[in-house]
């Protein structure tokens, strides 16, 4: 079973907020919460899902090479994305849709990738959210790295939580398995470099189960390496805002990494080319529905006085973000032949200018036509 | 001002200098702080900067370079050594797949200026992984910039020209040239990085060769000059972008070229340079372009390496077959 005695829990799947001495300092921090950013959870959590199912639909009609759906990873999304600090960085895998948006990257910008527009799609020092990495876990390095750099800035340790820093890399069940993650786990604990590492187990690696990636619990990965670690119910938004939200403060203060295993479920299939019918039983599917990030969120804020009004008008926001989304989509165009040779480097290089020339007069030779 | 300097000392005068120059260059490897690395490439420097600017790293190729491209976004400007050629692989996914793409992935946003400093060839009788000549795989990557200098003076100011330059660089250091000494003017403004240059001048035919294997042409003409024949040296200095124009203009002269290089001959640099004289300089060549290469086997074990690589009699050999033509 995913959830094992140590999973730290706020929400329980029917939106009934829990207690325990185990989890009352996370509780404080919720209960730290305004109204507004309950209800800013809740947007972006049915906001993205819409718009990924857009998505979805836009690859079955030819739009997009591929899509990626983070259906049912939300909770662990957005209340880790709300948990961080605006001066944080994030270093995202590939499919933390949500977190994107929640830094202020345009979702078309996602599609362009996904469209094979662009091989990067946004410029990562506006948003602080770097660009997706397709090679599972090489990123866990780069933000170890950056991390480090964080430290040789003396941007950590000060005491003023909003001039230190840290950074929050997202990786899964299945990457936890490369080397480079192992080496992203010895790099920032002998360094203590500011960095947060949250896996989100979403139980399988395309068709392989988690089992086969480990047959401890992964949050343990975190404590072998000598890294505070927690697990925690990735379906529970709040808890997810507050055990990212102590982890980075902690991060930044000096006490070097942490380590975050959220149990989730890929509602979805793992890419718009995959097919989870054949690896994974209904039975299955069908308990992680109850316990789906979103219909749990919305008991919660229903118990707390939320009216139809607002959840009518979330739904509406939605629906017209995704009409947006598939109109500017269809209107998107193919970046120009040449700049396939445009920021190779950044210095000039002769053969990337002959090669533009050449390409350049080749087409030109067909009298301009294309 | 001119100093008399191994290759080992005056890369590490260039680091120094480099780190003087720019606060955000630090460096990072396997032993190279409190040891001065296993070559004593970095000595001293750890004591100079401190361990914040000179980092003994944990022992892991890719959390070196994987590491590096996570401090080149944060603006540091590092410069990896990779202890041994063959040590490289384990970092190769960092290389070919992160670093070298960073650049377009970002469209500009952001530059890469990560050096990786790689001690390389053969010539020293060591063990296995620890004399290989890996170039080439890197010269087929794009966004990569590869050199490798053959001499003191080269080494002093080419490791600072890689360290300014905002692009990746693979520096390959050819371990058989550490020690010998000569002359290095320190206060020199050097010529472009990627520059081919001409060693010695000569008529009959041009032979090219990187990292120790000019040492080796350089004895080789020497030899030839004594049996009456002329050969013109040149030292490839950059292995990606390569500069031809010398190559090209010296093959117009002598109508033949030799191309000498320690590693394999499959798919090499050796190769590409083969192939680009005979598509550009065809109707100046009097005889195919022949490569002297190591054979296409793994480094054999080291009492052999004397066969497995190049020699001046091979170099030798292959003039003769070119003026055979």
């Not at chain 1, 995913?2 to 929400?11: G, N, R």
């Not at chain 1, 192992?182 to 089992?211: D, K």
């Not at chain 1, 097919?275 to 969120?297: G, Q, T």
């Not at chain 2, 890469?112 to 992984?129: L, M, N, Q, S």
Request: glycine share 8%; aromatic share 8%; proline share 5%.
């Amino acid at each position: 079973m995913p959830y094992t005695e140590a999973t730290l829990q706020l929400l329980s799947t029917d939106g009934t907020l829990l207690e325990s001495d185990r989890t009352a300092e996370y509780r404080a921090l919720v209960d730290g919460l305004d109204d507004d950013t309950l209800r800013s959870f809740y947007r972006e959590m049915v906001t993205t899902r819409r718009l990924d199912i857009e998505a979805g639909n836009l690859q079955r009609q030819g739009q997009l090479a591929l899509w990626v759906p983070s259906l049912g990873q939300e909770a662990a999304q957005v209340g880790s994305a709300f948990g961080t600090r605006a001066h944080d960085t994030i270093f995202p895998s590939y499919r933390e849709h949500s977190i994107a948006r929640i830094r202020g990257v345009d979702f078309l910008s996602i599609i362009a990738l996904l469209r094979g527009v662009t091989n990067g799609g946004w410029d990562p020092r506006e948003s602080k959210f770097r660009l997706y990495t397709l090679v599972l876990a090489t990123q866990t390095l780069h933000a170890a790295g950056y991390a480090m750099g964080i430290g040789l800035d003396g941007k950590v340790g000060t005491g003023n939580v909003d001039a230190d820093e840290a950074c929050v890399v997202y990786f899964g069940d299945g990457a936890s398995s490369e080397g480079d993650a192992n080496e992203a786990l010895v790099f920032a604990q002998s360094y203590q470099a500011p960095i947060v590492f949250f896996l989100q187990n979403n139980q399988y690696a395309i068709s392989v189960p988690v089992v086969r990636q480990s047959r401890s619990p992964l949050y343990l990965r975190g404590e072998g390496f000598g890294i505070e670690s927690y697990q925690i119910d990735g379906n529970d938004v709040l808890i997810s805002y507050a055990v990212t939200r102590k982890a980075t403060d902690a991060a930044r203060s000096g006490q070097g990494p942490r380590f975050i295993e959220a149990q989730t479920y890929r509602l979805g299939a793992h890419t718009t080319s995959d097919d989870p019918s054949k690896y994974r039983v209904a039975e299955e599917e069908e308990l992680w529905k109850e316990r789906d990030p979103i219909s749990r969120f919305e008991k919660f804020l229903r118990s707390r006085g939320e009216a139809d009004a607002f959840f009518d008008q979330i739904r509406t926001e939605g629906d017209d973000l995704a009409s947006d989304l598939r109109t500017r989509t269809l209107a998107m165009t193919p970046p120009p032949v040449d700049a396939m040779f445009d920021h190779i480097y950044t210095d000039e290089h002769p053969l990337m200018t002959a090669q533009k020339k050449w390409l350049a007069e080749y087409e030109a030779s067909f009298g301009g036509e294309s | 001002m001119t100093e008399n300097l191994s290759l080992a000392k005056a890369i590490n005068l260039g680091l120094q200098k480099a780190m003087r120059d720019d606060p955000r260059v630090i460096l990072m490897g396997e032993d190279i702080g409190t040891l001065g690395g296993v070559f004593r490439v970095t000595e001293g420097l750890k004591n100079e900067f401190g361990e914040n600017r000179v980092l003994d790293t944990p022992l892991a190729e890719s959390g070196i370079v994987g590491s590096a491209i996570g401090l080149a976004m944060r603006g540091y400007r590092p410069v990896c050594e990779i202890q041994f050629d063959g040590f490289v692989y384990p970092a190769f996914d960092q290389i070919v797949s992160q670093l070298a793409k960073q650049t377009t992935r970002h469209q500009g946003t952001q530059a890469f200026p990560v050096v990786i400093r790689i001690p390389y060839g053969g010539h020293i009788g060591a063990i296995e992984h620890h004399q290989e000549s890996p170039e080439a795989y890197f010269v087929h990557t794009s966004g990569l910039r590869v050199v490798s200098p053959a001499t003191p003076s080269d080494g002093f100011h080419m490791i600072q020209q890689a360290i300014s330059s905002n692009d990746p660089v693979v520096f390959f250091e050819p371990k058989a040239r550490y020690w010998p000494k000569s002359d290095v003017d320190t206060g020199a403004t050097p010529g472009p990085m990627h520059q081919s240059r001409v060693v010695r001048t000569g008529s009959d035919v041009t032979v090219v060769g990187h990292g120790a294997m000019v040492a080796m042409l350089l004895d080789a003409a020497e030899v030839a000059a004594g049996e009456g024949i002329s050969l013109e040296v040149i030292d490839l200095r950059s292995l990606s972008p390569i500069d031809y124009d010398p190559i090209l203009a010296s093959v117009q002269k002598t109508g033949r070229l030799v191309v000498a290089q320690e590693a394999p001959g499959q798919a090499s640099v050796g190769s590409e340079v083969a192939a680009t004289v005979a598509e550009r300089a065809f109707y100046s060549l009097e005889a195919p372009v022949i490569r002297v290469s190591a054979f296409d086997v793994p480094f054999p074990p080291a009492n052999l390496e004397g066969y497995y690589l190049p020699s001046v009699d091979r170099i030798l050999d292959a003039v003769d077959r070119s003026r055979g033509f």
